[in-house]
C-alpha cells in the first residue's frame, strides 16, 4: 500500500473534469493563463500572469511545453518585482502584442514592470516547432498617456491610475485592480494595423447613470511605438454594453472568406465567478450574446482562434485551483490550505502546475 501512494504521487494531480460533452485539454507548466496566441495550425502560445515566460504547446500533441521564452531581460524587469503581469495579446501578421495589466498590485502599490506593451515576432522557416523573437523595445508610459490624453479625459480615467501621485494608505488600496483602479486584460487587432485595448476595470457610467460601459482603447500606431519609438496615437474609445460587466478577452474572428468580427469574454472586475460571452461586428454594432459552455470551475481568461476554421480555444486561469499534496514540502511555503491542499499557482514544481482549455465552434 505504502509503495502504491508514493507511486500515485509522484506524479502530478491534474484537475478533474466534469464537463459532459466539453472537449476539455490539460495542459502542464503555468496555472495562470492569461493570455494566448495561434502560432501555426498545430501550435500555440500561452502567457501566464504570475511570471515572464512565455510558453509554446502543441494543440494536439504532447500537454508540456513545447518550448518557451524567458522575457525578463527584454523587459528588463525591476528585481524585486519582477512579475510583468501579461494580460493580452494580439496577432498581426507574423507579429504579436503583448500587454500587461497597466495595473497596481492587491495593495494598491505601483509596480515598474506591469506597464509594458511590447511586441515578439514569429520565426517559422526550417522549424517544426514556432520560435518567437523579441523585436523593438517595450513601451512603458501609456499609462501616463491614458491619463492626459484628450480623446479619453471625459472617461475619467486618470481616477483609476494616479500613476506618479503620492497616496496615502487608503487612496492606493482604493487603487487596487479589483477595487478601483484601472486593469487591463484584453488586446485585439484592430482595424489598419491599429489594436483594440479591453479594460476589465473600470467599465464607464452613462451620463444619466443608467448604463454601465465596457471601455475599450483605440491605438493606431503600435509598430511606430515599438519600432520606432514614437508617441502613442488615440483613436477614440468604443463604449459597449456588456451586462454591466468589463471586458476579460476580446480576440478578433476571421473567416475563410475575409470577414471579421469579435468574441469577447466579460467579467466583473472583482473576481466574482460571473462571466458572459459577446459578438461584436466592430463599429457602432451592438454585442450579441453568445452561449458557450463550460466547466463551473472554469474561469476564462484567454481565447484564440484555430486558423481558417470556425474553432475557438479558450483558456482557463486555474491559478486557484486546490490540489491535494503528498507533503506540505510541495506546496511554496505559508501558501498550504488548511484542509492540506495546496492552490495550484503555488505548487513549488512548475511541471505540476496546469492550465485547462474547451474547444467551441463559432
Not at 515572464?52 to 504547446?57: G, K, S, V
Request: glycine fraction near 8%; charge should be neutral; proline fraction near 7%.
Amino acid at each position: 500500500m505504502k509503495r502504491y501512494l508514493a507511486i500515485l504521487f509522484a506524479v502530478c494531480w491534474v484537475i478533474p473534469v466534469n464537463a459532459a460533452g466539453i472537449e476539455v485539454r490539460t495542459f502542464f507548466g503555468l496555472s495562470d493563463a492569461s493570455a494566448g496566441v495561434m502560432l501555426d495550425d498545430r501550435h500555440f502560445v500561452a502567457a501566464n500572469d504570475e511570471n515572464n515566460t512565455l510558453r509554446i504547446y502543441a494543440l494536439h500533441g504532447p500537454s508540456q511545453p513545447v518550448g518557451q521564452v524567458d522575457l525578463d531581460a527584454f523587459l528588463a524587469v525591476d528585481a524585486e518585482h519582477p512579475e510583468a503581469d501579461i494580460e493580452g495579446a494580439a496577432r498581426v501578421d507574423n507579429r504579436i502584442y503583448w500587454i500587461t495589466s497597466h495595473g497596481r498590485n492587491k495593495d494598491g502599490k505601483e509596480r515598474p514592470s506591469r506597464y509594458a506593451l511590447f511586441a515578439t515576432d514569429i520565426v517559422t522557416e526550417g522549424r517544426d516547432v514556432p520560435a518567437l523573437k523579441p523585436t523593438g523595445k517595450p513601451y512603458r508610459r501609456l499609462a501616463y498617456d491614458i491619463m492626459f490624453d484628450a480623446h479619453l479625459r471625459f472617461l475619467g480615467l486618470e481616477k483609476a491610475l494616479r500613476v506618479g501621485q503620492s497616496l496615502d494608505k487608503s487612496e492606493r488600496k482604493a487603487l487596487a485592480p479589483k477595487e478601483n483602479g484601472l486593469n487591463i486584460e484584453g488586446l485585439a487587432a484592430g482595424p489598419n494595423g491599429s489594436l483594440l485595448v479591453g479594460l476589465r476595470n473600470p467599465t464607464y457610467r452613462d451620463p444619466g447613470g443608467k448604463k454601465q460601459r465596457a471601455i475599450l482603447l483605440v491605438l493606431q500606431n503600435p509598430d511606430a511605438m515599438l519600432i520606432r519609438g514614437q508617441p502613442v496615437q488615440f483613436g477614440e474609445p468604443i463604449l459597449l454594453d456588456a451586462d454591466g460587466l468589463g471586458i476579460r478577452s476580446i480576440e478578433q474572428i476571421r473567416s475563410a472568406a475575409g470577414q471579421m468580427q469579435y468574441l469577447i469574454a466579460a467579467g466583473t472586475a472583482n473576481g466574482k465567478s460571473r462571466f458572459a460571452f459577446f459578438k461584436w461586428a466592430g463599429g457602432d454594432a451592438p454585442l450579441q450574446p453568445f452561449r458557450v459552455e463550460q466547466p463551473d470551475d472554469f474561469t476564462p481568461e484567454a481565447m484564440f482562434q484555430v486558423p481558417l476554421t470556425n474553432t475557438f480555444w479558450i483558456l482557463s486561469d486555474d491559478g486557484t485551483i486546490e490540489k491535494p499534496v503528498a507533503s506540505p514540502d510541495e506546496c511554496l511555503p505559508g501558501e498550504l490550505l488548511k484542509n492540506g491542499m495546496c492552490p495550484n499557482k503555488y505548487l513549488v514544481d512548475p511541471g505540476c502546475r496546469t492550465f485547462r482549455a474547451i474547444q467551441i465552434a463559432l
